[in-house]
Structure formats: structure tokens, C-alpha cells
């Protein structure tokens, strides 16, 4: 089976731009997780999607991420504008109901100059 | 809240010698427990999970981990380490499906596979 794709794999853009990242989750794969890893530290949650409704949005940092989970398969997570802050990795993670752990994918650097 | 310690950040082993990534949660009562891998360029790789049970556990690629809830402890071991097991490796605990399977990882254990 396919698995978590994301892209872009790498994205480069300025203070201030809007950048759209994009998580395809494993087909039929209610759970869509979006987890973040800043530079040195540890990949911290963001949020959960179950099919196209969110689960728990706790981890968001400040209104300028917004994610969406149109018709709950893939899923996007907009950052506008972005500030140098927001640098580092995301990552998409996608599960089955219950619970057998997640199955990630590559993630998407970020890096805001 | 649940937090997750992995003491050492960097550790370097010679190829063959065996290998022990230490990792201390805290959390009030037994969490369900992971170790994943990230290797260069790639996703996080699931690694083994503990649950309940048997506190040994076994997973792939060799590795193994013990659950000891005395010391809030779950440290992952290799018997040999091979060159390929050059990557980063981090520890994560789960409050499971009440906690709507949300994840706290550590900060990585980096390892270092001397040839």
C-alpha cells in the first residue's frame, strides 16, 4: 500500500509569504495527525483530523496555521503569513480507527528567511 | 501533562558493540509507549510499541525494549549494532484513544555507527 506523502518534501520562502503544505494520508485512514519538529527540539503535536472534522486542534501555535481536511483524505496545512519561527519540520501522520500506531510521512522542511 | 526524557542527545557505538537508548516518561498512569527511527531523508519508522503485557518487547530490525514501570523507564536495546542503524531515534508515550492517540515524543538520541 501506498504510504503518508507529503509535499513539498522542501520549502524555502520569506518572512511574511504564505506557504501551503500537503499531507496525502494512507487510503481509508480516518486519523490525520500533523506534528511539528523546530530545530533542536522535540516534534510536538499539532493536531487531529477525524475524517474531515478536527479532533483536537490544541497544539496549533496562533491563528496564522490553518489545516484543513476537505472530504477527510488529504489533508493542508496553510501558514500566513509565516514568521522566522515557524522554521522546521512537519510532519503528517495518518491511522486506522482504534488504534495501532501511526504510520508517518517524510515530512516537509520549512525553512522561513 | 505527560513528558518524555531521552538523557543523551548524541551517543557513537563501534559496529557490533551492543547498544542501550535510555528513555523516562512520566505520566500518572501506564501510558502506551513507542520508539521510532528516523533515518537521513526519510519518515519516522515505527519501531516496536508496548501496550500491556509482556514488559520485553520485541521489534524490528533486531531491536527490543523494556517496560519498567518502577522506574518509569523504557530503554531500547540492540544486541549489535549494525553501520545501517546510523540515524536518530526518539522515544514517545500516548495516553492511547482517550487521549485521542495525541503523541509526546523526546528530544532524539542522534547515534553515531563507528566503523
New interface residues.
Given amino acids: 500500500e501506498a ?2 506523502t507529503q509535499f513539498p518534501s522542501h520549502s524555502v520562502i520569506e518572512k511574511g509569504q504564505t506557504v501551503t503544505l500537503r499531507c496525502d494520508p494512507i487510503s481509508g485512514h480516518d ?1 490525520l ?1 500533523w ?1 511539528r519538529r523546530v530545530m ?6 499539532l493536531l ?1 483530523f477525524v475524517k474531515e472534522s478536527k ?2 486542534e490544541s ?1 496549533m501555535p496562533n491563528n496564522r496555521f490553518l489545516a484543513e481536511r476537505t472530504g477527510g483524505t488529504y489533508s493542508t496545512l496553510k501558514v500566513q503569513p509565516a514568521e522566522l519561527e515557524d522554521s522546521g519540520v512537519y ?1 503528517c ?1 495518518s ?1 486506522l480507527q ?2 495501532d ?7 516537509t522542511r520549512l525553512t522561513v528567511v | 501533562a505527560q513528558s518524555v526524557t531521552q538523557p543523551d542527545i548524541h551517543i557513537t557505538v563501534s559496529e557490533g558493540a551492543s547498544l542501550e537508548l535510555r528513555c523516562n516518561y512520566s505520566y500518572g498512569a501506564t501510558p502506551y509507549l513507542f520508539w521510532y527511527v528516523q533515518s537521513p531523508g526519510q519518515g519516522l519508522q515505527l519501531l516496536l510499541k508496548y501496550f500491556s503485557g509482556d514488559t520485553l518487547v520485541q521489534g524490528i530490525k533486531g531491536f527490543e525494549a523494556e517496560f519498567k514501570r518502577s522506574q518509569s523507564s523504557f530503554n531500547l536495546r540492540k544486541p549489535s549494532v549494525h553501520w545501517s542503524d546510523a540515524a536518530e531515534y526518539f522515544c514517545a508515550v500516548s495516553k492511547g484513544t482517550g487521549g485521542g492517540n495525541k503523541l509526546t515524543f523526546g528530544t532524539g538520541t542522534q547515534l553515531k555507527v563507528e566503523l
Fill in positions: 504510504g503518508v486519523n495527525y506534528y533542536g527540539k522535540e516534534i510536538k503535536f487531529h479532533q483536537d497544539g510532519f501522520a491511522s482504534g488504534w500506531g501511526y504510520t508517518f510521512g517524510s515530512g
